[in-house]
């Protein structure tokens, strides 16, 4: 605040003095429109062509999905606001709905929504905020809340996607309209990537009270929340506190395993393997597992307490999709129960373990085992990771509890290709 003026600051507080209007400006970072959609008419009907800014061309990887959808649509509102579709797999179960976070835009959306359905091997869609991209309007938090209602139905009714056939995946301030859809409808599964618990409670944690002047109150809605949910979050996340994971993950009644990655950011989960890995249990095991509960219908604390079998560990594994370079999968694994709680010294210890024949510990590169991805947000350009990953062996005979906590040891390091 030292850098802020005397207008700067009266600006922000008092034009207009309500906390709606503060929070908007303290909340939403619209970055420059990243993308354009050109509107052709064909017979009759209106389509639109996606291209990326030209800003773009020089500095980042120039490539758009030949099946995506773009389109746009009216919400309750009256802002016309922008969706892409990307139908990976037209036999897949499952569709995304993501909601990103306040710094990005569909264009620089887009590599990360083509990573994740082709590693999960689901249906994608994202939409932009109103004041985001090409969308129209204000960003505004009744606007937020009105523009995934919007893209839900789109999903709904053009796609003819049923809801329990949707995974509902949101992230930092994309939670607060992921969880408005979800107290409203019951889908296959809830995703909070780095949630907050709401506004004021991003500069004071351990706030006890609710505010009537209060904004993107998740931790008021959480206990709304009538689908299976997982919650993932850094340990280190400089800008939301993992506390807030933590008192949501104890508010929602029908919470899964959550998954706190040890040494990660607010904007680098992505980076960590085992956030896809956790992705992957979720869809291929605890949404679409043969022989598995049907999560959506058990108990919070059935739920949190659920341990899978090694046959289901192995099944899991035989699913998981491999890139063209990585021909090994993970054999059969056992992680050590851990605490819930992200403050377990415990967790500091987790690890992935893979046994060989001999039953002696190894070490491998991380290549060897998964393929791995990322997204570096609010930087463009393409980015390669290296890594190596200490594996121990241990007994396979015992039943197998999640989370499937681990940790990347030795050296991260990124560099651009």
């Known amino acids: 605040m030292n850098d802020l003026s005397c207008n700067s600051i009266c600006q922000l507080l008092c034009c207009p003095p309500l906390p709606s209007k503060i929070a908007a400006k303290l909340a939403f970072m619209p970055p420059p429109p990243s993308y354009k959609l050109t509107e052709h008419a064909e017979g009759g009907h209106i389509t639109y062509s996606f291209t990326l800014a030209s800003y773009l061309k020089d500095s980042f990887i120039h490539f758009v999905p030949e099946n995506m959808e773009s389109m746009k649509a009216t919400t309750r509102r009256g802002n016309n606001i922008a969706i892409l579709y990307m139908p990976i797999n037209s036999s897949s179960k499952l569709t995304f709905l993501l909601s990103h976070g306040n710094a990005v835009d569909l264009g620089l959306m887009l590599h990360f929504m083509y990573e994740l359905g082709s590693k999960l091997n689901v249906n994608i869609m994202c939409y932009d905020y ?8 204000k960003p505004l938090e009744k606007n937020l809340y009105a523009d995934a209602e919007c893209a839900l139905n789109v999903l709904r009714t053009k796609y003819s996607i049923p809801l329990n056939q949707i995974v509902l995946y949101g992230q930092s301030i994309g939670t607060v309209p992921t969880i408005h859809l979800a107290t409203l409808h019951r889908v296959a599964a809830v995703v909070l990537h780095s949630p907050l618990m709401s506004g004021l409670r991003v500069a004071f944690p351990r706030l006890k009270r609710n ?23 850094g340990t280190e996340d400089e800008i939301i506190d993992r506390v807030h994971a933590q008192q949501l993950y104890e508010r929602i009644p029908n919470t899964l395993e959550p998954l706190f990655i040890r040494g990660a950011g607010h904007n680098d989960c992505e980076l960590y393997e085992e956030y896809l890995i956790r992705l ?8 679409d597992g ?9 108990s919070n604390s059935t739920n949190r307490n659920i341990r899978f079998s090694n046959g289901l560990l192995k099944y899991f594994c035989r699913n998981r999709k491999s890139s063209e370079n990585n ?12 605490s819930k709680s ?4 415990s967790h500091k210890q987790s690890d992935v373990c893979i046994p060989d024949a001999s039953n002696h510990c190894h070490e491998k590169t991380l290549a060897s085992i998964t393929p791995m991805w990322m997204r ?33 040891s030795h050296l991260i390091s990124l560099r651009l290709v």
Do not use: M, W
């Open 327 to 338: 021909s090994k999968q993970i054999s059969s694994i056992r992680i050590s129960r851990k």
């Open 280 to 287: 992957e249990y979720l869809v291929h095991v605890e949404v």
């Open 130 to 137: 109103s004041g985001y991209g090409v969308s129209s309007g």
């Open 342 to 345: 992200p403050k377990d010294e």
């Open 290 to 298: 043969p022989g598995v509960l049907n999560l959506s219908q058990e």
């Open 211 to 233: 505010y009537c002047c209060d904004v993107f109150s998740n931790y008021v809605r959480a206990p709304r929340i009538i689908s299976p949910t997982l919650i993932i979050h």
């Open 376 to 408: 570096k947000r609010g930087l463009h350009g393409s980015y390669r990771l290296s890594a190596t990953l200490e594996l121990i062996s241990v007994d396979v005979n015992e039943f197998i509890p999640y989370p499937l906590t681990h940790r990347v």
